[in-house]
T-cell receptor, first 110, second 118 residues
């Protein structure tokens, strides 16, 4: 079945550590997106990519990095510079808009 | 400045009744798209409906319809014949920029929590 797979479902980060969230899609979508959701809040755009080897910063890109080496994959790295990383992270893909979402990754600080 | 406004943090509706969830947006780009998503308590995001800024007719998908009033910059979601399974958070979102370029992005509003009462 086609869809978006995010892993892991739960992730814990130690102080000073970088962690990478995986997002893979087999829908052949050009566009992929990363959003952050805090409790009781809407989604805020971190990074997005319309084509391979190209990506743009969203509204809250500081402390995060991405790569888009393959059409199917759009991993997000939460760096040690992100001082408040505890949140629910959602990856999405679409032909032109985020039409399909993964099940999300919950990141917490140890 | 807030680009997507959803003024109703929480809404209640009786089962089988219709409900309207409000969304207003702000953009100076003539080309944009508007979306609604549903997020049940389990956390997954479900795409519901899309309206392009140049679409002449209001979008409909089953029990969902989008009341698009361009001059007022509003894109309200109407859910007809509410069901208990409709209880969820609902997010309005907007794509700005020219479709297909690397500069269009999608931003979300703060959401409205809908509770359907039996």
């Amino acid at each position: 079945d086609g869809g978006i797979t995010q892993s892991p479902k739960y992730l814990f980060r130690k102080e000073g550590q970088n962690v990478t969230l995986s997002c893979e899609q087999n829908l052949n979508h050009d566009a992929m997106y990363w959003y952050r959701q805090d409790p009781g809040q809407g989604l805020r755009l971190i990074y997005y990519s319309q084509i391979v080897n190209d990506f743009q910063k969203g509204d809250i890109a500081e402390g995060y990095s991405v790569s888009r080496e393959k059409k199917e994959s759009f991993p997000l790295t939460v760096t040690s510079a992100q001082k408040n990383p505890t949140a629910f992270y959602l990856c999405a893909s679409g032909a032109n808009q985020p039409q399909h979402f993964g099940d999300g990754t919950r990141l917490s600080i140890l | 400045a807030q680009k997507i406004t959803q003024t109703q943090p929480g809404m209640f509706v009786q089962e089988k009744e219709a409900v309207t969830l409000d969304c207003t947006y702000d953009t100076s780009d003539p080309s944009y798209g508007l979306f609604w998503y549903k997020q049940p308590s389990s956390g997954e995001m479900i795409f519901l409906i899309y309206q392009g800024s140049y679409d002449q007719q209001n979008a409909t998908e089953g029990r969902y319809s989008l009341n698009f009033q361009k001059a007022r910059k509003s894109a309200n979601l109407v859910i007809s014949a509410s069901q208990l399974g409709d209880s969820a958070m609902y997010f309005c979102a907007m794509r700005e920029g020219t479709l297909g370029t690397s500069y269009d992005k999608v931003i979300f509003g703060p959401g409205t929590s809908l509770s359907v009462i039996p």
